[in-house]
């Protein structure tokens, strides 16, 4: 493993992504949700979610979402994928979804989320927000986030891994070799 950003390097990201999801919907911050993807994401929206209140001294709704049942590989994933829930406390019909993932690689993971979303209702737009965006040549879907941590591009034999306090570790961004084909 290694560690590419520390503990106050992703607070940093962190806060720079709120900014700008604050400053794009300034005018619309009444109509915006976060929603985060399970693991990394929800934890990454929390945050945000915090970050923003404390800017802007207004609460926007979070959601949590499990996107498990939505892969198109999740009978590869294993043979009995743990599927873990989904909270999302509030309508999404004409709301400005900010969805919210710790690292964008292939888009297949965002695709499946943008499925789970409709299943939910109509959002008026959805926007992406990622702390890593692995960069272009790693993409199989024509995905692309609207608010980027910082890209770093990897080797295909390469993972980039978010390690936050809430899995009871220090804050870290690592690259790792990858253990098997993912």
């Known amino acids: 493993m290694r560690v590419i950003k520390g503990k106050?390097?992703?607070?940093?990201?962190?806060?720079?992504?709120?900014?700008?999801?604050?400053?794009?919907?300034?005018?619309?911050?009444?109509?915006?949700?976060?929603?985060?993807i399970r693991t990394g994401g929800a934890f990454l929206a929390e945050r945000i979610k915090d970050i923003i209140k404390e800017r802007v001294n207004y609460e926007i709704p979070l959601g949590i979402l499990d996107i498990t049942l939505y892969r198109d590989d999740w009978t590869k994933i294993a043979p009995a994928p743990i599927?873990?829930?989904?909270?999302?406390?509030?309508?999404?019909?004409?709301?400005?979804?900010?969805?919210?993932d710790d690292v964008l690689f292939t888009g297949r993971t965002v695709r499946a989320a943008i499925d789970a979303i409709l299943d939910y209702g109509r959002p008026k737009e959805i926007q992406l927000a990622v702390l890593i965006d692995r960069g272009k040549k790693t993409r199989e879907l024509?995905?692309?986030?609207?608010?980027?941590?910082e890209v770093i591009e990897t080797s295909l034999q390469e993972t980039i891994n978010v390690y936050f306090e809430e899995q009871n570790s220090e804050d870290k961004i690592a690259i790792e070799k990858k253990i098997k084909d993912e």
Do not use: H, M, S, W
Request: contains cysteine; glycine residues 4%.
């Open 142 to 149: 024509p995905i692309c986030a609207n608010y980027v941590g």
């Open 83 to 100: 599927v873990r829930q989904t909270d999302i406390p509030f309508l999404i019909d004409n709301k400005t979804v900010v969805l919210i």
């Open 8 to 36: 106050n390097e992703v607070q940093e990201l962190i806060k720079r992504l709120a900014q700008e999801i604050i400053e794009a919907n300034k005018d619309k911050l009444n109509n915006i949700v976060l929603i985060g």
